[in-house]
């Protein structure tokens, strides 16, 4: 029998799993958005483990596991949304326009392992992550999504979200740059 559980990511363990499960995703979902290149040099395994590992250790966001037995299927970072520079996959900091958004919860990073989508597994994490920003007392919130990226569009707006016309320019070196559209959520 299949056996779903939250688990709050705080060991390497948990920070390694949610880092191959952001590269599988990377892989599979931004193929044809970000240069080749970029992906094959930047995009490891390994990439993102010091980053959940200071998250967790400064309290800056919470990152959140879906399990399906002893596996991980889906992960996800919430926390108070960033307004200060930040590097948003590149080296480069990337300037985007989140002043008018402080005090607002964001989705700062969902994925699910490409073998493991449309088994409600996603739909299960956001919705948990939603319940947990209401808690903490946001009233709404937001994630960038990548504007090729139809399928995440559909499930954001499936889950309430909807695009508020704001938008960030991601630079790829030597020279892409993908759109991130800001999809918004009152919780």
């Known amino acids: 029998m299949e056996s779903l559980r ?10 390694r799993a949610m880092s ?19 992906m094959a040099r930047e995009i490891t395994d390994e990439r993102w483990v010091p980053f959940f590992r200071e998250d967790y250790r400064i309290s800056r966001c919470h990152g959140l596991l879906l399990y399906r037995n002893e596996t991980p299927v889906a992960c996800l970072n919430y926390g108070p949304a960033r307004t200060e520079n930040y590097n948003a996959g590149t080296r480069e900091g990337s300037d985007f326009p989140n002043a008018a958004y402080a005090g607002w919860g964001e989705i700062i990073s969902f994925y699910t392992h490409p073998a493991e989508r449309g088994k409600g597994y996603g739909g299960a994490l956001i ?29 954001y707006a499936a889950h309430g979200f909807a695009w508020d016309g704001t938008h960030a320019d991601i630079p790829f070196p030597p020279n892409a740059v993908c759109v991130d559209l800001r999809y918004t959520r009152e919780l």
């Open 20 to 38: 191959l499960i952001h590269a599988m995703g990377w892989r599979d979902t931004y193929i044809d958005a970000v240069p080749a290149d970029y």
């Open 127 to 155: 919705e948990e992550a939603m319940d947990r920003l209401r808690r903490e007392g946001y009233l709404s919130c937001f994630v960038f999504v990548l504007r090729e990226n139809e399928k995440a569009r559909r499930f």
């Open 6 to 15: 939250f688990v709050d990511a705080c060991t390497d363990e948990h920070f």
